[in-house]
């Protein structure tokens, strides 16, 4: 049984960093791309980053480009999310995504999703 798990998210202000968590179980971790998605209320889920198998290539979305940092530690099978600068705007409840292959995050689908952590930013 393949389970995704996410940690770390929490209440934040503006300006402050977080790091999110992702991991991962029932699967073979080296051999899945990682993303993180996020849904903010009343809106739709939206790619935030994806990593490659290797870790040596990483997509990240305008809005969270310069401050959003993907990384994975396949030793581990964990995904990370470190969360610079944070705004209001993040906001969100974050889903950790996982696929064989990165393209497939990129069209806003996975293989397996974990169940999501709540990151709250208040101005």
């Known amino acids: 049984q393949v389970q995704l798990v996410e940690s770390g998210g929490g209440l934040a202000q503006s300006g402050d960093s977080l790091r999110l968590s992702c991991a991962a179980s029932g699967v073979t971790f080296s051999q899945y791309a990682m993303g993180w998605f996020r849904q903010a209320p009343g809106k739709e889920r939206e790619f935030a980053a994806a990593i490659v198998t290797t870790g040596d290539n990483t997509v990240y979305s305008d809005s969270v480009k310069g401050r959003f940092t993907i990384s994975r530690d396949n030793a581990k099978n964990t995904v990370f999310l470190q969360m610079n600068i944070l705004k209001p705007e993040d906001t969100a409840v974050y889903y950790c995504?996982?696929?064989?292959?990165?393209?497939?995050?990129?069209?806003?689908?996975?293989?397996?999703w974990g169940q999501g952590t709540q990151v709250t930013v208040s101005s």
């Open positions: 995504a996982a696929a064989r292959s990165y393209r497939t995050l990129l069209t806003g689908s996975a293989d397996y």
